[in-house]
């Protein structure tokens, strides 16, 4: 009969593609143990066997379907995310268990030469002196471009690209750009939807684009805040890239962090 750490590895990767060793099994109680303190059980092997009972009946359950995260069309034919997550099931441990497994690790301009490629090869392009001619005349009839960070973790990928539209392209595109970010972690998206990062994420940051990326001031726990105006263009959803594809005619898609 499988074991309990068996089980709940099937789980994972059925849900979210990421396998579990067998020598992850003290991996998995650790990141479990906040699910495993919530209903009393100790954090070992007897803990988690008691757990996958409660996961089991919720897997069983007839009243449970999936969660959905729909982006809304909006009056300007953009799309974007709900603002807060709104899950149309009765699930409560799967998501818990997803959360809990995720690493939420990123940082700003992860890989540079990809982002210099979007400045220099992407952007670039578009903005080139036929290009901006063609923008400014076709003015709104102009296609929209669609920018998609995959996996986007708490969001530092896509307030870099941000960043970098503010600085690199020419005002009159930036209303045909939009930016997606989505992560299958629900905190991380949460976290990336209200951004202050801490000292030691931003302390790598190159000068140049942590005055573009942050308030002048930091927050009172000395976090960093990203501005206001790179925060209003970015939308954020819960997304499992296992599943069918939210975005539709995407221009570039980053994913760094999967």
């Not at 441990?93 to 959360?99: K, T, V």
């Amino acid at each position: 009969m499988p074991s309990a750490f068996d089980r709940f590895a099937q789980l994972i990767y059925q849900q979210c593609g990421t396998r579990l060793k067998s020598d992850k099994r003290n991996l998995l109680i650790t990141r479990l143990r906040h699910r495993l303190r919530h209903h009393g059980f100790p954090e070992d092997d007897l803990g988690l066997e008691a757990y996958w009972e409660v996961v089991e009946r919720e897997i069983k359950s007839p009243t449970t379907t999936p969660s959905k995260n729909s982006l809304i069309e909006s009056p300007d034919g953009f799309l974007s995310g709900p603002g807060k997550t709104t899950p149309e099931s009765s699930l409560e441990e799967i998501p818990a268990i997803i959360d809990a497994i995720t690493t939420q690790e990123t940082y700003f301009e992860r890989t540079p030469a990809a982002f210099e490629w979007f400045s220099r090869d992407f952007l670039g392009r578009m903005i080139s002196s036929e290009g901006t001619a063609s923008i400014i005349e076709s003015g709104p009839q102009q296609p929209k471009i669609l920018i998609w960070s995959a996996a986007c973790s708490i969001g530092a990928e896509v307030y870099s690209l941000a960043a970098r539209l503010l600085a690199d392209a020419h005002p009159a595109l930036l209303g045909r750009i939009q930016l997606q970010g989505s992560d299958i972690c629900r905190i991380a998206i949460e976290r990336a939807r209200d951004p202050a990062y801490s000292p030691r994420l931003a302390k790598g940051v190159d000068p140049d684009l942590r005055d573009r990326l942050f308030e002048p001031r930091q927050s009172d726990d000395g976090n960093y805040i990203v501005r206001r105006c790179l925060r209003e263009r970015v939308h954020f959803f819960v997304h499992n890239l296992l599943d069918k594809p939210p975005l539709k005619n995407v221009d570039v898609c980053f994913c760094k962090t999967y």
